[in-house]
C-alpha cells in the first residue's frame, strides 16, 4: 500500500509538472539556433509538442538528431497548429517566414517568439504588430545579448545610478568571421545570405543588435537620422549582401555607432556606454569595464546572473510573459513595439547606404 501511494504521489507531482509546462510547437528548424530548443535539457518547464518545417528531408534529419517521435513532425503549419494545439510557438525559420507565422499563429490566438530580428523588412514587421494588436498575443523577440547579466547591469548603472551621467554616444560591436567560416548549415546559409529571405546580409544580422540595445537604452525615442555604409569584401563568398556594415543612429542629445560585420577576426557581441560621467564597457556576458572619476583607474567588474535579474534562458522568459508572470515594459529588448523601431532603424540603414544620404526620420 505504501508503494502504491509513493508511485501515485510521483504520477500527481509529473501530471502537476506537466500542467505548469508551457506547451511549445517550432515552426521551421533551419535557423541555426533552433538547437536550442530542440535539444534543450527537459526541466518540466517547457514542453515540445510538434514542430514544422515544409523540407521533408531536413524535417526528417532534424527528427532523428534530436530524437522526435515522427507523429510530432508537420510539413503544413496550419495543420501542425490545429493538431498539437500549442500556447507559444517558437519561429526558427528564414526571417522572412516570420510574418507567415505570425498570420497563421495571431488568429489562433498563439503566442509567438521569433528569432531576432523581428522581421525581413519593415512592412512585414508594421502588419505583425497590427496582428499581434488585434488578437491580443505576445510577439517577442530572441537576442543572445537579452540573455546578458553585462548589459542587464548596464542598464541597470545608466538609470538607477546615473553612473554614466546623460548618455552621449553608444558604441555596439558585434558579429563573427561570417557564417560560411564558422560552419553555418547549408539549410541555414541558403536564406541567411539572401536579400529577401534575410532581408539583407551582416547589416541585418547583427545591426539589429545594436538598433535593438540602443532603442532600450533610449526607450523608444524615434532617432531624428540614420546614416550607413556597406561593404562587400568578400563577394565570392557572399555575392548577394553586404558582409560588413556601419550605422550610424543620430537622436538631439545622443548617437549610437553600430558596427556589424561578417569580418571580425572572432566572434563579438560588446557594448560601450559613454556618458558625460563615466562610462561602461560591456565587454562580453559576464566583464563589466567601469570608469567614472578621471582620478580613478577603470575597474573590471565579473557580472552573473545572481547580481543581477536577468532570464539566461529566453524560453523561461517567454514561458513567465505567457503565464502572466512577467510583463514586458514596451521598450525592453524582447518588446515588440522596441523591434518595430529597430526595423524602422534599419530599413533606413538599408536606404542611407543605397542612396550614399543620410535619411531623416519624421514623426510617426
Known amino acids: 500500500m505504501k508503494r502504491y501511494y509513493v ?12 500542467a505548469q509546462a508551457l506547451r511549445v510547437a517550432v515552426a521551421g528548424v533551419s535557423h541555426g539556433h533552433s538547437g536550442w530548443i530542440l535539444g534543450r535539457a527537459n526541466r518540466n518547464d517547457i514542453q515540445l509538442a510538434g514542430i514544422y518545417e515544409k523540407d521533408t528531408a531536413l524535417a526528417g534529419k532534424v527528427a532523428r538528431q534530436y530524437h522526435i517521435p515522427p507523429q510530432q513532425v508537420y510539413h503544413d503549419l496550419g495543420r501542425m497548429l490545429d493538431a498539437v494545439k500549442p500556447e507559444a510557438v517558437l519561429a526558427f525559420g528564414s526571417v522572412y517566414s516570420h510574418r507567415e507565422v ?20 519593415l512592412p512585414d514587421a508594421l502588419a505583425m504588430d497590427s496582428l499581434a494588436r488585434r488578437y491580443g498575443i505576445h510577439l517577442l523577440t530572441n537576442y543572445e545579448t537579452s540573455w546578458y547579466p553585462t548589459v542587464a547591469k548596464t542598464f541597470q548603472l545608466v538609470e538607477d545610478s546615473s553612473f554614466t551621467g546623460h548618455v552621449r554616444k553608444v558604441v555596439v ?46 526607450k523608444n525615442r524615434m532617432p531624428v537620422a540614420v546614416t550607413a555604409v556597406t561593404r562587400r569584401y568578400k563577394p565570392d ?36 556606454v559613454y556618458g558625460d560621467k563615466g562610462y561602461i564597457i560591456a565587454a562580453d556576458r559576464n566583464t563589466l569595464i567601469l570608469r567614472n572619476r578621471e582620478s580613478a583607474p577603470a575597474v573590471t567588474r565579473h557580472v552573473t546572473a545572481t547580481d543581477i535579474p536577468v532570464y539566461e534562458d ?49 514623426a510617426q
Not at 7 to 18: D, G, W
Not at 185 to 211: K, R
Open 102 to 121: 505570425v498570420e497563421a499563429c495571431a488568429p489562433r490566438g498563439i503566442h509567438v517568439m521569433v528569432e531576432k530580428p523581428l522581421a525581413a523588412n
Open 237 to 272: 563568398r557572399y555575392p548577394k549582401v553586404e558582409d560588413d556594415a556601419t550605422i550610424i543612429v543620430d537622436y538631439p542629445d545622443a548617437q549610437c555607432i553600430i558596427q556589424a560585420s561578417w569580418n571580425w577576426t572572432f566572434s563579438r557581441k560588446d557594448m560601450e
Open 173 to 218: 560591436h558585434d558579429g563573427h568571421q561570417g557564417p560560411q567560416e564558422i560552419g553555418c548549415s547549408p539549410a541555414f546559409l541558403s536564406w541567411l545570405t539572401d536579400p529577401v529571405l534575410n532581408g539583407g546580409g551582416a547589416l541585418m544580422d547583427f545591426g539589429c543588435y545594436g538598433a535593438n540595445l540602443m532603442t532600450r537604452l533610449m
Open 7 to 18: 508511485i501515485l504521489t510521483l504520477l500527481l507531482a509529473q501530471a502537476c509538472a506537466e
Open 314 to 362: 529566453p524560453f523561461l522568459y517567454l514561458a513567465a510573459v505567457v503565464k502572466g508572470k512577467e510583463t514586458p515594459p514596451p521598450y525592453g529588448l524582447y518588446a515588440l513595439a522596441n523591434n518595430v523601431l529597430v526595423l524602422r532603424i534599419l530599413e533606413a540603414a538599408k536606404e542611407s547606404a543605397r542612396t550614399g544620404r543620410k535619411v531623416l526620420f519624421t
